[in-house]
């Protein structure tokens, strides 16, 4: 169940093309959603990430290689600032609540990720905190993106009611319904022609019927899948954005998050709902000290919720990974830093 509202979660699983040898690859507290497969290979998604339910909520793109091994994020975190800028979240919100919200991810011809916001499509990259809006135009609400070409999008789009502020100017209802139709949108002139609308209900989701290059299919990135462990790697904790890490970190602790397993009945459906904002109950796996470099390597459960974070000689918290991480039956999985620079890593 996710920690925030205590729906069931969803995670991202593979299978045969006639439905057969389902087979989980991917687990968290929040949603895993809208999976496409890569150019390269690799399946693109959009992750809920929930950590102790109001610490963080937000979705993120994420790539994982089809056994589950190597999840990358790839566009998020980096650009929080931005995107509160954009949606002019109250000050008084959490950094992290909220403020990232994506979906729908799509590659374009060329290789770059297109994804779907409140402002419209954008371009997410190709720098992990760069972004580029392709029609950032107030008046119009845009959803399910696709691209005919590198420089034309399929779009459904409908034009939001005007209303007036408290002030009683005319400003565009951000919430209200509009009539979705479907339209071309070319990006080099910002221009949105009609494909088709029926005025009686809403067109999203267009695809055209043309042939596809298929994505090539990676192999198993481990040979032994009976192994109950995995291993964890990181060249230098002191590899890090915050200098106190670098300065005063002696250990490293790793972190099993357990759902709450619990029921209420405020929800407003008939029955008992489970219960929501409960979060997760944090397991101590072990503490072990770092190597005089920074680094470390430990072996952690496979197929489990973990974080890890970075302690001082006193064991107070410097550095907190607000990710669960979740690692496949004898993977090893290695990273430069804790909270490295962005585009450090390859």
């Known amino acids: 169940r996710d920690e925030y509202h205590g729906y069931a979660s969803t995670g991202l699983a593979v299978m045969q093309p006639d439905g057969s040898c389902i087979t989980v690859i ?3 507290f929040g949603g895993d959603a809208e999976p496409i497969a890569g150019q390269d290979g690799r399946i693109l998604f959009t992750r809920l990430e929930v950590i ?3 610490v963080k909520t937000e979705w993120n793109l994420l790539s994982v290689l089809p056994d589950g091994t190597q999840p990358l994020t790839l566009y998020g975190p980096e650009s929080r600032e931005f995107w509160r800028r954009r949606y002019c979240v109250e000050a008084s919100a959490p950094p992290r609540h909220r403020v990232l919200t994506f979906s729908q991810p799509q ?3 060329d290789g770059r990720i297109l994804l779907n916001s409140f402002d419209g499509p954008f371009i997410a990259g190709p720098r992990k905190s760069e972004q580029t809006l392709l029609f950032p135009d107030a008046r119009y609400a845009l959803t399910t993106p696709y691209p005919l070409d590198n420089q034309t999008l399929l779009v459904a789009a409908g034009e939001r009611p ?3 502020d408290k002030k009683g100017r005319p400003v565009r209802d951000r919430v209200a319904p509009v009539d979705h139709g479907l339209y071309r949108l070319e990006l080099a002139c910002q221009a949105l022609s009609l494909v ?3 005025p009686a209900t809403a067109e999203f989701e267009a695809r055209p019927l043309v042939t596809r ?10 040979a032994d899948r009976s192994s109950f462990t995995a291993r964890l790697d990181c060249q230098s904790v002191f590899r890090s954005r915050d200098p106190l890490v670098g300065a005063r970190a002696r250990y ?3 972190v ?3 759902p709450v397993v619990a029921r209420h009945q405020t929800h407003t459906d008939e029955g008992i709902s489970w219960k929501n904002h409960g979060g997760a109950v944090a397991r101590m796996l072990g503490v072990v000290p770092l190597a005089p470099d920074g680094s470390f390597s430990v072996e952690v459960p496979a197929d489990r919720l973990i974080h890890v974070q970075a302690l001082d000689s006193d064991w107070q918290i410097l550095s907190d990974q607000l990710i669960w991480m979740q690692l496949r039956p004898g993977e090893n999985r290695g990273c430069m830093g804790c909270h490295e620079e962005a585009d450090a890593s390859p």
Not at 213 to 222: A, C, K, N, T
């Open 26 to 28: 991917g687990m968290n």
């Open 52 to 54: 102790y339910s109001r």
């Open 107 to 109: 590659q374009m011809p």
């Open 162 to 164: 005007l209303v007036k």
């Open 196 to 198: 088709y609308n029926d």
């Open 213 to 222: 290059r298929r994505p090539p299919v990676l192999p198993e990135q481990v």
């Open 252 to 254: 490293l602790r790793v």
């Open 256 to 258: 099993e998050g357990l």
